[in-house]
């Protein structure tokens, strides 16, 4: 989920999604109980610890490490595409483009993207959208956001946002 490999074409999906998240994480939970009681009975009968019993927790060591340090999918297309965004936003309100559809940035697939009645640029990622919400990117150049409009509004760098907003 983190990643945004999964899509939720229906809320009930989402649920079911987060309910199989949570379970997997009571399982390592407990199963990091049971691993941590055994490991201490055996240095009770033994005197000392197996040099095996190191491994699994640099193991998940390692795992928790690598997922908090590599970027999310999303903040890698928004910091390739930035550049050639801007350039397609600023064209479009220079020329009076309300809609561009299917356009692709740097390998980053919009569909649409549109100048608001606010006066924002907003691209449509078209690998975040589902038929519960719309993500993106949105580009201030003339505009101030208004958060109230949109269910998750964050600054990002300069005049650009990242929005999600209902269907």
């Given at each position: 989920?983190?990643?945004?490999?999964?899509?939720?074409?229906?809320?009930?999906?989402?649920?079911?999604?987060?309910?199989?998240?949570?379970?997997?994480?009571?399982?390592?939970?407990?199963?990091?109980?049971?691993?941590?009681?055994?490991?201490?009975r055996y240095r009770l009968h033994r005197g000392k610890f197996a040099w095996g019993s190191v491994f699994a927790p640099l193991?998940?060591?390692?795992?928790?490490?690598?997922?908090?340090?590599?970027?999310?999918?999303?903040?890698?297309?928004?910091?390739?595409?930035?550049?050639?965004?801007?350039?397609?936003?600023?064209?479009?309100?220079?020329?009076?483009?309300?809609?561009?559809?299917?356009?692709?940035?740097?390998?980053?697939?919009?569909?649409?993207?549109?100048?608001?009645?606010?006066?924002?640029?907003?691209?449509?990622?078209?690998?975040?959208?589902?038929?519960?919400?719309?993500?993106?990117?949105?580009?201030?150049?003339?505009?101030?956001p208004q958060p109230n409009t949109l269910r998750h509004l964050d600054a990002l760098v300069g005049d650009w946002y990242s929005?999600?907003?209902?269907?």
């Amino acid at each position: 989920m983190r990643y945004e490999w999964w899509s939720y074409p229906s809320p009930a999906e989402l649920i079911l999604d987060l309910g199989t998240v949570w379970l997997g994480i009571l399982g390592l939970a407990v199963v990091g109980v049971v691993w941590a009681v055994r490991l201490w009975r055996y240095r009770l009968h033994r005197g000392k610890f197996a040099w095996g019993s190191v491994f699994a927790p640099l193991l998940v060591m390692g795992v928790a490490i690598s997922f908090a340090v590599i970027d999310l999918p999303a903040v890698r297309d928004f910091d390739r595409a930035k550049d050639g965004m801007e350039d397609l936003a600023k064209s479009m309100l220079r020329d009076d483009t309300d809609t561009v559809a299917g356009v692709a940035v740097d390998g980053v697939s919009f569909s649409p993207v549109y100048v608001g009645k606010d006066d924002c640029v907003y691209f449509v990622n078209s690998d975040r959208n589902d038929t519960l919400s719309r993500a993106g990117w949105l580009y201030a150049g003339r505009c101030t956001p208004q958060p109230n409009t949109l269910r998750h509004l964050d600054a990002l760098v300069g005049d650009w946002y990242s929005f999600e907003q209902e269907s």
